[in-house]
């Protein structure tokens, strides 16, 4: 029960910039269940990364079974014997679940004759160790995404993995495939394996997990035996002191309100029962974890993925959004989470961009005037403060945050009533983080409503004058502004009401 | 100048290899086969600028050659029962806008892949024009061919049709928003979509627009000779491919301009004549054609390694 399978010292992780990791301890004893736990973007997923052999470290060094490892390739983790089952579960559709387990699980051999029989007698036998009931001989399109995930499961069983890693493994689970799943890692546990389990739920945890460890801001901040620390202790870990940071605060009153939503529910985004009001002037934030719904409510709200109940109001009427020229159409701008894939086309010229959504009103007749599309671009470069090389430069050129000004720019040349910002500073460094939340909230003292959707927990606290804070799809309660961090996370995480 | 550096060096090297003729066969330009050659290709200039457009919305569509088949015939049918050219012309037109919007229903609507779909078009089409002309050539009164007027002044008008309808389209291609679409729908279409453009329906349009173009090109073709052959059109689609991936137009969407095309079309359309004059044997043709869009693809290849960096 003591020998450590695996020792972290001191990982470093930088991408670019941006430290992700800065000096994790991280320890792994054989037989134990280590929940790892932290806010999106504390670096867990980094960690794990590093842990599979995928992303190298900047800094730092890995024991495996006592045995120090430089160069960890995802074929050496493999043959140490780390195995990562991870939410999407990464096999092959169109192949059988025995074909896939024998795919890494044996030597490629590419000469050798393949024994069918044997393979599915171990696919048989390692599916049945798991209490799975599923057929080698199904394809794997034809599972669930649970019933993969108990591939993957039977995968690292196979392969003799001594450290088994679960990234949010219940996240798709329902409550008896969750029951099936706790049997198994309890079953791992038994066997001597080490698993390192991440997960947001906290009653999970507590009811798995032998010590638990908090990430926060890329390093950790405290391992606890279970038995030592409580829910408030956990979240307090996670939540940490407050960094010091100024955000820039609303100068006048809200106005009438914009937006109103009543029940709104998309059955195929999983989101139900949203009802909230944006007023003209106010900041309305999103908080909650990742996969809570706010993406996905936004994309309601832009006619992505048409709502099929509640209802839409905005400035006073009701709103069918179909269609994201419906959106447009009614004064709804949407700035995307990812804007490397879809805020910026970085292949295309700045002016391009900013001018992509507004073609009908700034060129009434058929043809292009360049002239009212420089200056267009050139009054937003100056307007937000882009450092960019000028209107011709390509999306590719910029930094991250220029990026989303830019991305920001083309949303305000519509001139919309309602803005949605998703993540607008994800990936972005602190002074251009800084520059970007004075541009939201004069947007807002300007008259516009705007929800801003952040995972990070001091941005949606100190921007918004309300935060709603979702779970499971929907929204579970809406806190003032310059709320108890704990608080908001509490709601987020489902613990307290 | 770094922006069009593509361009310009398919420029440079048709410009080297006039040069070279001009040095070592200067009967290359003996204004008479000079200009037959290019009037041979202003047909599919027509069809080539169609492709780029597709080939930028990253569609593509290889059913060009039979349509252009199709399109040659029925309008040679309708020439011949006496109908008069300004009425063939909007028919061959239209009859090509219609393939185009199948094609383009199937792959913008039902979202099925357009390499699949316009290659079940063009053998379609093909083996069905087959079974119903068996073969059979249509000839044409003498009124059709060069509409008339002397050979030289037919080729003129050919020749000045199809370069103001390039000028035309290169510029709608730059200032009209249509064109800003096919570039945005190209280079990232969920972009595109998030932007408020509907990728489904420029892919639509794309489609209609080059069958309209097959069927404008099959008129111009129409009316260089007294005959149609059913098989007219055969080997249309590799070659204005070739022509356009050469031009420096991504085969991946979203880069490139119609005069990149205009140059890679004139550059592999001189490699036949220019071996004959160089007196070099004729089977070279393809392996020196096929030695252009390889460079061209390594060349953009390499780009893209380093742009990637």
């Known amino acids: ?105 044996d030597a490629t051999n590419m ?62 689970l329902t409550q008896k495939e969750q029951r099936l799943l706790y049997a198994v890692v309890q079953d791992l546990r038994k066997n001597g394996v080490g698993v390192i389990y991440i997960s947001h739920r906290l009653e999970e945890i507590f009811a798995l997990a032998d010590r638990v460890t908090v990430l926060r801001d890329g390093q950790s901040v405290g391992t606890h035996a279970m038995g030592d620390i409580n829910e408030a202790g956990l979240i307090r870990l996670m939540v940490g002191r407050e960094v010091a940071q100024i955000y820039p605060a609303a100068q006048s009153a809200p106005g009438a309100s914009v937006l109103s939503i009543r029940g709104l529910g998309c059955k195929s985004s999983g989101v139900h029962d949203v009802s909230f009001d944006v007023r003209a002037g106010e900041i309305f934030g999103l908080g909650g974890l990742v996969g809570a719904g706010r993406t996905e409510l936004a994309r309601i709200l832009f006619g992505l993925t048409p709502a099929d109940s509640g209802q839409i109001t905005l400035a006073g009427k009701i709103l069918h959004l179909r269609s994201p020229q419906d959106a447009v159409a009614h004064g709804i701008a949407y700035v995307p989470e990812d804007r490397r894939r879809h805020g910026v086309v970085l292949d295309l010229p700045l002016a391009q961009n900013i001018t992509m959504a507004v073609h009908r009103r700034l060129f009434p007749k058929t043809w292009l005037r360049f002239g009212a599309e420089r200056v267009l671009t050139l009054n937003y470069i100056r307007d937000l403060a882009v450092k960019c090389a000028g209107p011709d430069a390509h999306g590719s050129s910029l930094s991250g945050g220029n990026q989303q000004k830019i991305a920001l720019a083309r949303w305000l040349a519509t001139q919309p009533k309602l803005l949605i910002l998703d993540e607008p500073t994800q990936g972005v460094d602190i002074g251009a983080k800084n520059e970007i939340h004075k541009i939201i909230r004069r947007l807002a003292q300007e008259g516009l409503a705007v929800i801003l959707i952040s995972s990070d927990l001091p941005e949606v606290i100190g921007m918004s004058d309300r935060i709603g804070v979702m779970a499971q799809g929907t929204l579970r309660t809406i806190l003032p502004s310059g709320s108890d961090p704990h608080t908001v996370m509490a709601a987020a995480l489902g613990t307290a009401a | 100048m770094k922006r069009y550096f593509r361009e310009l060096s398919v420029v440079g090297t048709l410009l080297a290899v006039l040069l070279g003729l001009a040095l070592f066969a200067p009967a290359f330009f003996s204004p008479q086969p000079l200009l037959s050659l290019v009037t041979r290709e202003a047909p599919t200039l027509v069809v080539a600028a169609g492709m780029a457009c597709i080939i930028i919305t990253r569609q593509i569509d290889i059913s060009v050659s039979s349509i252009f088949s199709v399109c040659s015939v029925c309008a040679g049918l309708l020439v011949a029962r006496g109908w008069p050219l300004v009425l063939v012309l909007p028919a061959s037109v239209g009859l090509g806008a219609l393939f185009g919007a199948f094609n383009g229903f199937l792959v913008a609507v039902m979202r099925l892949p357009s390499i699949v779909v316009t290659l079940a078009t063009m053998v379609t089409l093909r083996q069905g024009l087959n079974l119903i002309r068996q073969g059979e050539f249509v000839n044409l009164p003498d009124r059709v061919q060069w509409f008339g007027l002397s050979q030289t002044a037919g080729q003129l008008v050919l020749v000045g049709f199809a370069l103001v309808l390039l000028v035309t389209l290169a510029w709608a291609m730059r200032h009209l928003a249509a064109g800003r679409y096919l570039y945005a729908v190209g280079t990232d279409a969920e972009a595109a979509r998030l932007a408020g453009i509907r990728p489904q329906l420029v892919t639509l349009f794309v489609f209609v627009f080059i069958g309209s173009l097959t069927g404008l090109g099959a008129m111009m073709n129409l009316a260089q000779s007294p005959q149609v052959q059913p098989l007219t059109g055969n080997g249309l689609e590799l070659k204005v491919i070739a022509a356009v991936v050469v031009g420096g137009v991504a085969i991946s969407g979203g880069r490139g301009n119609l005069w990149g095309a205009f140059a890679g079309l004139l550059l592999l359309a001189c490699v036949s004549p220019a071996l004959t004059h160089l007196h070099i044997e004729a089977y070279w043709e393809k392996a020196v054609q096929g030695a252009i869009i390889l460079l061209a693809v390594v060349a953009d290849g390499l780009r893209s390694r380093q742009s990637n960096r």
């Open chain 1, 111 to 172: 000469h050798a004759r393949i024994d069918w029989t044997a393979r599915r007698a171990r696919a048989t036998s390692l599916l049945s160790r798991i209490g799975a009931a599923i057929s080698p001989d199904t394809e794997v399109r034809a599972l669930s995404m649970p019933e993969q995930q108990l591939v993957e499961i039977a995968c690292a069983l196979g392969s003799g993995a001594r450290i088994v890693i679960m990234d949010e493994p219940t996240a798709s």
């Open chain 1, 1 to 105: 029960m003591s020998s450590p399978l695996l020792v972290l010292r001191q990982i470093v992780k930088n991408y670019g910039g941006v430290r992700a990791l800065r000096g994790v301890d991280f320890d792994l004893r054989a037989g134990e269940v280590h929940a790892l736990l932290g806010e999106n973007g504390a670096g867990k997923s980094t960690l794990i990364k590093i842990v599979t052999g995928a992303h190298s470290p900047d800094g730092g060094t890995i024991t495996v079974v006592g045995q120090r490892v430089v160069d960890l390739t995802p074929a050496t983790a493999r043959a140490l014997g780390i195995a990562c089952i991870y939410q999407q579960p990464a096999l092959f559709p169109d192949l059988t679940v025995a074909e896939n387990l024998a795919l890494r699980l």
